[in-house]
T-cell receptor, first 111, second 115 residues
Framework: GQQVMQIPQYQHVQEGEDFTTYCNSSTTLSNIQWYKQRPGGHPVFLIQLVKSGEVKKQKRLTFQFGEAKKNSSLHITATQTTDVGTYFC???????????FGGGTRLMVKP | GAGVSQSPSNKVTEKGKDVELRCDPI?????LYWYRQSLGQGLEFLIY????????KSGLPSDRFSAERTGGSVSTLTIQRTQQEDSAVYLC?????????????FGDGTRLSIL
């Protein structure tokens, strides 16, 4: 079955440093979604990427979808303590297929 | 309601007891999903419903787990003869339908603790 892997599993950064999490799928995806889960909270949808090579930005967050539509990344510029949480990618192979979530990357930011 | 509602928020029970977890999705959302999240871990897919039918039950860990959805709205996840390894947060999510490109909206989850 489809597998979605995320690295790193954990990341500690100093406030102001950049952060990147990487997502890799064993199969080609029709789209990829990113979610953020704050400590003690539930996952919240951030964004969806559909097109090969697509890049989307949300303020300090930059999301990329690979040319082969099998990998994606989330980059945060100049992290803040409010960025703390676990970031999950979730891939969908095609219409009618289930989203498969990656294991998540837990980001910790030291003030 | 405005979002996905789950109850109870916390449940502590003794090993061997049955538990029932409830999910009330966003009004009008036809797709409903159940996940399990152990402490510090990712999301483990359990089951999803499109309307009242469950096309994919592949994630249910054992025959002690069952779920139903009636009226295309509220869903219940039942765990019979609970075991300590069932302790986790059970998350429910809904989306307008189960097709392509549908973001999922999550509830706050039920934290289940088996003593």
């Amino acid at each position: 079955g489809q597998q979605v892997m995320q690295i790193p599993q954990y990341q500690h950064v100093q406030e102001g440093e950049d952060f990147t999490t990487y997502c890799n799928s064993s199969t080609t995806l029709s789209n990829i979604q990113w979610y953020k889960q704050r400590p003690g909270g539930h996952p919240v949808f951030l964004i969806q990427l559909v097109k090969s090579g697509e890049v989307k930005k949300q303020k300090r967050l930059t999301f990329q979808f690979g040319e082969a539509k099998k990998n994606s990344s989330l980059h945060i510029t100049a992290t803040q303590t409010t960025d703390v949480g676990t970031y999950f990618c979730a891939g969908q192979p095609g219409a009618g297929n289930m989203l498969t979530f990656g294991g998540g990357t837990r980001l910790m930011v030291k003030p | 309601g405005a979002g996905v509602s789950q109850s109870p928020s916390n449940k502590v029970t003794e090993k061997g007891k049955d538990v029932e977890l409830r999910c009330d999705p966003i009004s009008g959302h036809t797709a409903l999903y159940w996940y399990r999240q152990s402490l510090g871990q990712g999301l483990e897919f359990l089951i999803y419903f499109q309307g009242n039918s469950a096309p994919d039950k592949s994630g249910l860990p054992s025959d002690r787990f069952s779920a139903e959805r009636t009226g295309g709205s509220v869903s219940t996840l039942t765990i019979q003869r609970t075991q300590q390894e069932d302790s986790a947060v059970y998350l429910c999510a809904s989306s307008p339908y189960s097709g392509d490109n549908q973001p999922q909206h999550f509830g706050d989850g039920t934290r289940l603790s088996i003593l």
